[in-house]
């Protein structure tokens, strides 16, 4: 009896210990984020950028926002929010984006600052249950085998898009660039594909691959809109070889 209740009381200790994430505290929480986030079916971008399903996005990447340098340079080192990133970041912004990218003049363009730890747990488990359970990231094609059924430029990209697929057998880092703010990254797992939208005027792309997000020296291909370019084998010094080598 004696251990059956020192048992129970160490489990109350633990409980009190690690307090529970409070989605419905984090609704009002979030109304301080209101002011310039929205979440949800059909949000907009605002002062900042929408947060419905950014768990698992790569920072810097929600379409039609104007990112600011420090969250590009972020998003440019491979940046993925997940819930303990984004408790950091909005610890104190400014201070996480110079961490993370070692930049000691990096800028965050959001200047609001949560330091209390229950609120930050509540409020992001609130955002988190806005996001798709598994969610890679927003600009990439669902899982599919290495080396099968990979997709090709006719059926799977818009006509204003620049995409490139991982067509090797390791994970890499990968940019598109259709120029303007259209600047996307990721480490891409093989079969995945990352695309970026381009303007109007815009009739070729760029996109690039990379060892490793720090890395300064991989391959890049200039490629027409509306065409996947796959990366079927990685060798640095810009040897890559490319769907586009067949042809």
Known sequence: M????????????????????????????????????????????????????VIGRAAGTFEGYKYGKGMKEASAKGLIWDVEKIEAYITDPKKYLRAFTGNKRAKAKMRFKLKDPQKRRDVVAYVASFSKPMEKHAATQPDTP????????????????????????????????????SRLTGTLAPGKTLCTTAGDIAKTGKVSVFEKAEDLEGCTRIIAVGHVEQMRKYADFDRCRWSSNDS
Do not use: W
């Not at 004696?2 to 419905?24: M, Y």
């Not at 984090?26 to 986030?37: L, R, S, Y």
């Not at 090709?152 to 660039?177: G, I």
């Open 146 to 181: 290495a080396n099968s059924a990979m997709v090709t430029a006719a059926s799977a990209v818009e006509p204003n898009q620049v995409c490139v697929q991982n067509a090797d057998k390791e994970a890499y880092f990968f940019a598109v660039d259709a120029g303007g703010d």
């Open 2 to 53: 004696k251990k059956l209740t020192s048992l129970v009381l160490f489990s109350l200790s633990i409980a009190q210990i690690a307090p529970a994430q409070d989605i419905e505290a984090g609704k009002i929480i979030f109304k301080n984020c209101a002011a310039c986030h929205r979440i949800g079916d059909g949000a907009k971008n605002a002062a900042g950028p929408v947060l419905t399903n």
